[in-house]
């Protein structure tokens, strides 16, 4: 009997497509996965097996009539509980919004239905999707399906969990800073950042974004296979104008010369030796494959990410501190209060003069990849943490915040980000970080092929080796 959930999605979409399978078996096995490895890690905290029957049994009526299903026709996908789906609450993690019941989808979602996927489940997130880890007082504790020591990353953890443990085979995720890549990193998947404007997205069941959320937040997908990543970013990049920041962008770009940066410690950053060693490996995959690397520093990162954090800020203590008051959820206030002190409440001077300096980081990169096409960093300057070790100490909050600082510096450009996984250290992940310029996240697909190819093929794995 046919395991369809150990597949990527795009054979379980060319099965379903071609009908040497039903939507309805693939989305039985999934169910079936999801009850085995859910318990274990808590990746999927909302699902509805009927619900997920009746979308399957959708796609195999159209395939019957003759239409075409979609791209995605099939696949089961896991949705962030950050954003809308109609029907289901849209918690962000927090007991205060339990009630909050979408009416509409949003737009991800949408295109997402539109090309056939199956919405399996919706999973975990911390409190206001606000942390590198995973745990919140309504949801509870997600735990790494490779290591229970071991963060399953953050915000989009159970997202990265679930698809590391074969729970569904395309995870929805979010970044404002390091959302998806990190919980790539961290579950020993792949996951992508979109450019800015790339996927649309709109929450109509919550207020507008703040002018910070709406400059560095994106939606995009974490997966086993870049060529999943592939056709997941395709789906879900398709045309919606309730996100007035979407661009019908061209998904190739001209062709440029096989030309990689390699950039180990980024303005000082204190790159740990085995993440240094997964870096060259990668460079090293890349050579073998006719690309010249060059090790060289890249433009700022520091700046960007002071003034990211800036930019958040100044919106969560406009409106927020009420929220995170009433939410009392112990995580997210000692989070918060670290940020805070890390970043002084800036004056309206202050805040233009970060909104205004973001034209001259955008430029500095720019310029930069029209050297170098992709470089490659750090995702982290560590190996994946250990499970809530950020509010161990303030000293410790610390050290987690420059560890990440390629995660925070890269959003306030709206450049896009793809998370490779390269392999183990024991039992813990380890990868690279590939960057490009706007709208060319074909670059970084062909690259991250590239080292995929060369490591150990994707394969879901078992909670904690069981």
């Not at 997920?52 to 979609?70: L, S, Y």
């Not at 099939?74 to 339990?98: C, E, M, S, W």
């Not at 430029?363 to 029209?370: D, I, V």
Request: include cysteine; aromatic fraction near 6%.
């Amino acid at each position: 009997m046919t395991e369809y959930w150990r597949l990527p999605a795009t054979e379980i979409a060319a099965l379903v497509r071609s009908r040497q399978v039903s939507a309805a078996e693939v989305a039985r096995d999934a169910l079936a996965r999801l009850e085995a490895a859910n318990p274990a890690i808590n990746a999927v905290v909302d699902h509805r097996p009927e619900d997920v029957r009746g979308q399957a049994a959708v796609i195999d009526a159209a395939i019957g009539r003759g239409e075409d299903p979609g791209p995605m026709a099939g696949v089961p996908v896991t949705i962030k509980v950050n954003v809308d789906q109609t029907g289901y609450a849209t918690t962000n993690g927090l007991r205060i919004q339990k009630d909050l019941v979408a009416t509409q989808d949003n737009p991800v979602v949408a295109n997402l239905r539109r090309a056939g996927a199956v919405l399996l489940g919706r999973t975990n997130t911390p409190a206001f999707s606000l942390r590198w880890f995973c745990r919140n007082s309504l949801h509870g504790h997600t735990k790494n399906p490779r290591d229970p020591g071991i963060t399953p990353g953050g915000s989009s953890g159970g997202a990265a969990a679930g698809v590391a443990a074969g729970i569904g085979a395309v995870g929805h995720g979010t970044d404002i800073g390091g959302s998806i890549r990190y919980p790539a990193y961290a579950c020993g998947v792949h996951g992508l950042r979109p450019t800015l404007g790339r996927i649309p997205a709109w929450n109509a069941s919550g207020a507008e974004r703040h002018v910070g959320g709406q400059l560095m937040a994106v939606s995009g997908p974490i997966a086993r296979t870049i060529a999943d990543l592939r056709l997941a970013f395709a789906a879900m990049s398709a045309r919606d104008v309730r996100d007035p920041w979407w661009v019908d962008a061209a998904h190739a770009g001209p062709a440029v010369e096989k030309r990689a940066a390699l950039c180990i410690r980024p303005e000082g950053m204190p790159t740990a030796p085995e993440v240094e060693a997964a870096l060259r490996d990668a460079a090293k995959r890349l050579e073998a494959d006719g690309w010249v690397v060059e090790e060289v520093e890249c433009p700022p990162l520091r700046e960007p990410a002071s003034i990211q954090a800036m930019l958040w800020l100044a919106e969560s203590r406009r409106g927020l501190n009420a929220a995170f008051r009433q939410e009392a959820d112990p995580d997210a206030s000692f989070v918060f209060a670290q940020m805070e002190a890390l970043c002084p409440e800036p004056d309206l001077n202050a805040f233009m003069d970060g909104l205004q300096k973001r034209a001259f980081f955008v430029r500095a990169w720019m310029t930069f990849f029209e050297r170098y096409p992709v470089a490659i960093t750090p995702v982290s300057a560590e190996l994946p943490f250990p499970d809530q070790d950020d509010v161990s100490s303030p000293e410790r909050f610390r050290q987690i915040m420059e560890a990440q600082l390629t995660q925070v510096g890269l959003p306030l450009m709206g450049l896009p980000g793809l998370v490779v996984t390269t392999g183990l250290v024991g039992r813990v992940p380890v990868g690279a970080q590939l960057l490009a310029g706007r709208y060319r996240e074909d670059l970084l697909f062909a690259a991250a092929e590239v080292i995929e190819a060369a490591g150990v093929p994707a394969s879901p794995v078992d909670p904690f080796g069981a």
